[in-house]
């Protein structure tokens, strides 16, 4: 599984953001909170499409900060509960998977990819693209995964 490289610039997400440990159903429930509310979210960069954002890893503790949100063109009044985010401008290593597969595919990246690539993990967050097509309900339904990256020294 080889990824794709992509320059994306700096963007900003609208949405819920919690504390938690990778993989848990603390992010299935935060997807059901935050779903039923995406159409209060105004100036959307990319309708229809959502972000799964990870950042701030804690090695030690196994821990992050997740937020699942939209893309906007500016940050506005936020609705209640939400809070916005800002992702800079980075060059991602671009991995298409499945929910499904999700864990898997981020255990690829980690352990197998990413040590061998050249390449290391820069200083951003990592998210999950869902696009306009994708189905929850649909296990084929396709997922981009974006590490940011930079050339190893």
């Known amino acids: 599984m080889q990824p794709q490289f992509v320059t994306k610039p700096a963007f900003t997400l609208v949405g819920m953001l919690i504390h938690t440990k990778?993989?848990?159903?603390?992010?299935?429930?935060?997807?059901?909170?935050?779903?039923p509310r995406m159409g209060e979210v105004p100036h959307l960069a990319e309708p229809g499409v959502s972000y799964g954002l990870m950042d701030h890893f804690d090695h030690e503790l196994g821990q992050l900060d997740y937020m699942a949100g939209e893309a906007v063109t500016q940050v506005a009044e936020l609705p209640a509960g939400m809070t916005s985010y800002s992702v800079p401008a980075s060059t991602y290593a671009v991995f298409d998977t499945t929910l499904p597969k999700l864990g898997e595919t981020f255990g690829y990246i980690y352990n197998t990819w990413l040590p061998t690539s050249g390449y290391q993990h820069a200083a951003a967050p990592y998210f999950e693209r869902y696009s306009e097509t994708f189905d929850p309900n649909d296990p084929t339904s396709p997922i981009s995964i974006y590490i940011p990256v930079e050339k190893k020294a």
């Not at 990778?22 to 779903?35: R, Y």
Request: no cysteine.
């Open 22 to 35: 990778p993989m848990t159903p603390e992010i299935v429930h935060l997807w059901q909170q935050f779903g």
